[in-house]
């Protein structure tokens, strides 16, 4: 396996819950946002679910920020790299809408 490659996505999303203050992997202070995004299946299937979550650390300068201005229910741009287990270390956030 190469030790090479892109490690970026970007998606947007709604804040699915209230932001919590944690401590990252690297015992720094982050913030955990748990962000709701749609599934694009190919057809609709009443058996599978129309959005899945995923878990965002937002470093705390990045959430510093953004204080106020993200909450449950804000429509955010995520930028970031893929973490194990399908988490998402934020390097850009945007709050979208008013």
């Not at 090479?4 to 990252?24: H, L, M």
């Not at 959005?51 to 804000?74: D, H």
Request: glycine share 12%; net charge negative.
């Amino acid at each position: 396996m190469s030790s090479v490659g892109v490690n970026v996505v970007k998606f947007t999303g709604v804040v699915a819950e209230d932001p919590i203050g944690e401590t990252s992997r690297l015992g720094e202070p982050v913030t955990l946002l748990m962000v709701d995004f749609p599934v694009p299946y190919p057809r609709e299937v009443a058996e599978r679910r129309r959005s899945a979550c995923c878990s965002v650390e937002v470093p705390q300068a990045l959430a510093a920020e953004l204080a106020g201005r993200v909450e449950k229910g804000t429509e955010v741009f995520v930028c970031g790299h893929l973490a194990g287990g399908g988490d998402v270390l934020a390097t850009s956030l945007v709050p979208l809408g008013s």
